[in-house]
């Protein structure tokens, strides 16, 4: 998978937090990851609005590819607010599956 679509997964997975859509993040990741409950109340925890990164962000975006599975990627996101950037993360797993993209959150780290 090319880093540029790597890319345009975070920022999709990171629009929709943003957006609260939790459900639609759950059934996206295909059955792995964390629940939508689970991260509704770790953003929850945060206790303030959460907000897109700046464009400039997702240049630099730090990618790891897993282990024993073939086009499988992680990627460790910074949780913006309006406020800027936080110490929390979210933890992001990005296969390949029948050629289109599977984005699974693996956690979400409220610091």
Known sequence: MDPN???HVARHVMKLLVERRFVE???ASG???LSADDMEG???DI???LAMPPE???RDLRIRSVRNLPD???LTLEIWTMHGRTRNTVELMV???NGRPIAAIEEIIVA
Do not use: F, I, M
Request: hydrophobic fraction near 30%; proline fraction near 0%; aromatic fraction near 12%.
């Open 42 to 44: 770790a953003l929850d």
């Open 25 to 27: 993040l759950e059934e």
């Open 31 to 33: 059955g792995s990851g």
């Open 72 to 74: 499988a990627y992680e």
């Open 95 to 97: 296969r390949q599956r």
């Open 47 to 49: 206790g303030t609005t």
């Open 56 to 58: 400039t962000y997702w």
């Open 5 to 7: 679509d790597l890319a």
